[in-house]
T-cell receptor, first 114, second 115 residues
Framework: AQSVSQHNHHVILSEAASLELGCNYS??????LFWYVQYPGQHLQLLLK??????LVKGIKGFEAEFIKSKFSFNLRKPSVQWSDTAEYFC????????????FGGGTRLMVKP | EAGVVQSPRYKIIEKKQPVAFWCNPI?????LYWYRQNLGQGPELLIR????????DSQLPKDRFSAERLKGVDSTLKIQPAELGDSAVYLC?????????????FGPGTRLTVT
């Protein structure tokens, strides 16, 4: 069974700092990769997704993620965070043979200090 | 466009009591998912419907959990009887098709507390 690991459970940054959140998965075949974000009091929203093609994916609000197949990784990055980026971030993987089933990581709670 | 609607948003019950959650997916979305999210963890799939058919319920604890999606639109998830360990957020999501790569849209969830 596939699994997803997010190594950073809690991250605290100051505004304008750069962000990188790690995500590793355990499935060896074709995958679709997602990052979801949950702002305080809101529901899960899609931040960005990778299906194929350019491994560097750009999403909303200045976020991007890079798919490195050899490392089974899909790390999320943002050059300069804002206070409004305070949220919980979830990496999710869909194995190519699993229909549309998503396996989520445990999440990373990001706090950005103003 | 209205998003995924769930009710109630919060529910507190005593153990051994029954509880039910309701979900109305985005109009036209034929695939519906129920997830459970424990505190400090990511969502875990309980059951997936394509139209009215449950196509993946391997993670649903069938001794106490049941779900239905009559007419292939809204859905109900039931727990009877509830246990302390069932305290979690129950999320509903929907997508247009079931094939991989289609974005799942999530509702706000129902936070269940079992005392």
């Amino acid at each position: 069974a596939q699994s997803v690991s997010q190594h950073n459970h809690h991250v605290i940054l100051s505004e304008a700092a750069s962000l990188e959140l790690g995500c590793n998965y355990s499935y060896g075949g074709t995958v679709n990769l997602f990052w979801y974000v949950q702002y305080p009091g809101q529901h899960l929203q899609l931040l960005l997704k990778y299906f194929s093609g350019d491994p560097l994916v750009k999403g909303i609000k200045g976020f991007e993620a890079e798919f490195i197949k050899s490392k089974f990784s899909f790390n999320l990055r943002k050059p300069s965070v804002q206070w409004s980026d305070t949220a919980e971030y979830f990496c999710a993987v869909n194995a190519g043979n699993a229909g549309n089933m998503l396996t989520f990581g445990g999440g990373t709670r990001l706090m950005v200090k103003p | 466009e209205a998003g995924v609607v769930q009710s109630p948003r919060y529910k507190i019950i005593e153990k051994k009591q029954p509880v039910a959650f309701w979900c109305n997916p985005i109009s036209g979305h034929n695939t519906l998912y129920w997830y459970r999210q424990n505190l400090g963890q990511g969502p875990e799939l309980l059951i997936r419907y394509e139209n009215e058919e449950a196509v993946d319920d391997s993670q649903l604890p069938k001794d106490r959990f049941s779900a239905e999606r009559l007419k292939g639109v809204d859905s109900t998830l039931k727990i009877q009887p509830a246990e302390l360990g069932d305290s979690a957020v129950y999320l509903c999501a929907s997508s247009l098709v079931w094939t991989s790569g289609y974005e799942q849209y999530f509702g706000p969830g129902t936070r269940l507390t079992v005392t």
